[in-house]
Structure formats: structure tokens, C-alpha cells
């Protein structure tokens, strides 16, 4: 939870990079092989990092968006524009509270495997959006990363 907490607010301050004539909007999906991907529950972001020529990551300028239920997410931090260009995406979920996933199974607890595992930090996930000036919709597919 606290983490959730922190990457909302470090969205919320360095998401105003993204404002400018040139800027573009970005709302879109979350999905793995097709199926919608929601939060089910948990709270979950999406980190937007712009990315440099070489691949490596924009220190100090990324934006943030929160994953509803249905896999849908909108950027709408800093009149929801980014600046044009190519964004690493990291998935975080909270790990803790109800709804995550810990299940009893009588005298021990086991945990659902984190689904957003493999993209949950700028080192691991290989998802990438483009976006452009003007309105942009993508969807991001787990199953098929584009990094």
C-alpha cells in the first residue's frame, strides 16, 4: 500500500514534465492475451518513464495512472498530456489488505501469483507505448511486450 502511495504521489510531481502545445493524451487498456487485466481489487498503477534514444531511462520526468476494475486506465495528471515519445511502462500492485489475492487453505495461506511480476520495475518490464501530439489510445498487452 505504501508503495502504491508512493508512486502516485512521485506520478503526480514529476508528471508535470508532460504539459505543452505539443503534447499528447493517453487513455487505454490493460489486457493479457486478449482478456482484460483489472485491478481486481488491489490498487495498481501504471508509471509511465519516458525513455531516451538509447533506451535507458528519463531520470526525474514520469506520469502516473491508476488501473480500474475493468483494465481500463487515463492519464489525468497535469491537464492528462505527456510529451511526445517512447515510455517504459511499470505495473505496480499493493501487496497487502484485502483483496490481494492471500488466500487460507486451512493452516497455511498462499498467495496468488503477482500478475504484473515480470513489469514491475523499470529493469524488468519490456512494455513500451508511443505516444504522439494530439489523442493517443493504446493497449497494452502482457502476453506480448513491445520493449
Known amino acids: ?7 502516485l504521489v512521485f506520478g503526480s510531481i514529476c508528471g508535470a514534465a508532460g504539459c505543452g502545445a505539443d503534447a499528447g493524451t493517453l487513455k487505454g487498456s490493460v489486457v493479457d492475451g486478449g482478456k482484460p487485466v483489472g485491478s481486481e ?4 498503477s501504471l ?10 531511462f528519463d531520470e526525474g520526468n514520469c506520469a502516473t495512472a491508476a488501473l480500474n476494475g475493468n483494465g481500463s486506465f487515463e492519464f489525468v495528471a ?3 498530456t ?3 515519445g517512447r515510455y517504459k511502462v511499470v505495473i505496480a500492485a499493493a501487496s497487502s489488505g484485502a ?7 486451512g493452516k497455511e495461506k498462499s498467495k496468488k501469483p503477482d500478475r504484473f511480476a515480470g513489469h514491475s520495475t523499470f529493469a524488468a518490464s519490456k512494455l513500451v507505448v508511443t505516444v504522439e501530439a494530439g489523442k493517443n489510445e493504446v493497449v497494452i498487452d502482457l502476453s506480448k511486450p513491445t520493449g
Open 1 to 7: 500500500m505504501k508503495t502504491l502511495a508512493y508512486a
Open 41 to 44: 481489487g488491489q490498487q495498481v
Open 47 to 56: 508509471s509511465f518513464h519516458p525513455m531516451k534514444p538509447d533506451g535507458s
Open 78 to 80: 497535469s491537464g492528462g
Open 82 to 84: 505527456l510529451k511526445p
Open 99 to 105: 483483496g490481494t489475492g492471500t488466500q487460507s487453505t
